[in-house]
């Protein structure tokens, strides 16, 4: 399976607990993309990488969240003191960037569930 | 600052009926793309256009881009209860560094 590869696929934390969730990308794509969502709603932008770079972050991202990626292929998204309003799936993408390549992957999201 | 429109935000008609679902955006799009979303999966990828006026083909689904490339639609032919899902359209604009920016989706049900 070369698609993109989410861990964990659920996670159940109590509030204030951090937590770390893998993404590995489909190897040869130099962009990665975390994004966030809610129930019947798009997904909400996090951050993006471009290779091992985190060219932009959300505004509305609190410095409770953070990404790494370290070596420009897997990458991790960390919540620190997590809260109840965090609880989402949280979605992974990766893509080739450029013009015509902005076709994005999707993996099968980590749904976090804080109690 | 971009912004996609997606409309309706909820739709839900009988099999065998045949909708039409919008995207659209104040700014001219560099390539828009839709995306069918099944609960607790990631979205997947249907089509993308990138040229003014195009029209591609998917089965039952037909995706048209505007001549401006400011809008695009998604047509079902017939619909089936496999089509239910959240339909999201996704944009890159030359001022966002192609970076996708997307829609809050149309939710789809298709009763039998």
């Known amino acids: 399976d070369t698609g993109v590869s989410q861990n964990p696929r659920h996670k159940i934390t109590k509030r204030g607990q951090n937590v770390t969730f893998r993404c590995d990308p489909i190897?040869?794509?130099?962009?990665l993309y975390w994004y966030r969502q809610t129930l019947g709603q798009g997904p909400e932008f996090l951050t993006y990488?471009?290779?091992?770079?985190?060219?932009?972050k959300s505004r509305l991202l609190s410095d409770r969240f953070s990404a790494e990626r370290p070596k420009g292929s897997f990458s991790t998204l960390e919540i620190q003191r997590t809260e109840q309003g965090d609880s989402a799936m949280y979605l992974c993408?990766?893509?080739?960037?450029?013009?015509?390549?902005?076709?994005?992957?999707f993996g099968q999201g980590t749904r976090l569930t804080v109690v | 600052t971009q912004l996609l429109e997606q409309s309706p935000q909820f739709l839900s008609i009988q099999e065998g009926e045949n909708l039409t679902v919008y995207c659209n955006s104040s700014?001219?799009?560099?390539?828009l793309q839709w995306y069918r979303q099944e609960p607790g999966e990631g979205p997947v990828l249907l089509v993308t256009?990138?040229?003014g006026g195009e029209v591609k083909k998917l089965k039952r689904l037909t995706f048209q881009f505007g001549d401006a490339r400011k809008d695009s639609s998604l047509h079902i032919t017939a619909a089936q209860p496999g089509d239910t899902g959240l339909y999201l359209c996704?944009?890159?604009?030359?001022?966002?560094?192609?970076?996708?920016?997307w829609g809050a989706g149309t939710k789809l049900i298709i009763k039998p």
């Open positions: 256009v990138v040229t």
């Open positions: 993408a990766s893509s080739l960037g450029g013009v015509m390549n902005t076709e994005a992957f």
């Open positions: 996704a944009g890159t604009f030359p001022d966002s560094n192609y970076q996708l920016i």
């Open positions: 700014s001219v799009f560099s390539s």
């Open positions: 190897s040869e794509h130099n962009r």
């Open positions: 990488f471009q290779n091992e770079a985190q060219l932009e």
